[in-house]
Nanobody, 119 residues
Framework: VQLQASGGGLVQAGGSLRLSCVVS????????MTWFRQAPGEERRRVAA???????YYLESVQGRFTISRDNAKNTVYLQMNSLKPEDTAIYYC??????????????WGQGTLVTVSS
């Protein structure tokens, strides 16, 4: 199983980006998917997650601005990021969970995509 994240870039504050994570292999539909981010000098943090059935979780600071979704037919999970702030600047990673529900167990990780928000 491989995860390929894309969609990062440089955007001005208030702008939008959509991240994509394509998962190879046949296990996508049976796994919850999660987006993490890690800013320089900070720990990695879970930003958003979505279960197999569509249950979603969001970090409080992105609630209302970010939307996670999945297309099981395309083995792809998305992170739509609106009203971006400079503090959203980080490398964003996607991860495939071990279970259908959102948990803290992950089996596979993508390579990361850099999001830079200028003020």
């Amino acid at each position: 199983v491989q995860l390929q994240a894309s969609g990062g870039g440089l955007v001005q504050a208030g702008g939008s980006l959509r991240l994509s994570c394509v998962v190879s292999g046949r296990t996508f539909n049976s796994r919850a998917m999660t987006w993490f981010r890690q800013a320089p000098g900070e720990e990695r943090r879970r930003v958003a997650a979505i279960s197999w059935s569509g249950y979603t979780y969001y970090l409080e600071s992105v609630q209302g601005r970010f939307t996670i979704s999945r297309d099981n037919a395309k083995n792809t999970v998305y992170l739509q990021m609106n009203s971006l702030k400079p503090e959203d600047t980080a490398i964003y990673y996607c991860a495939a969970g071990r279970r259908t529900m959102v948990t803290d167990e992950y089996d596979y990780w993508g390579q990361g995509t850099l999001v830079t928000v200028s003020s």
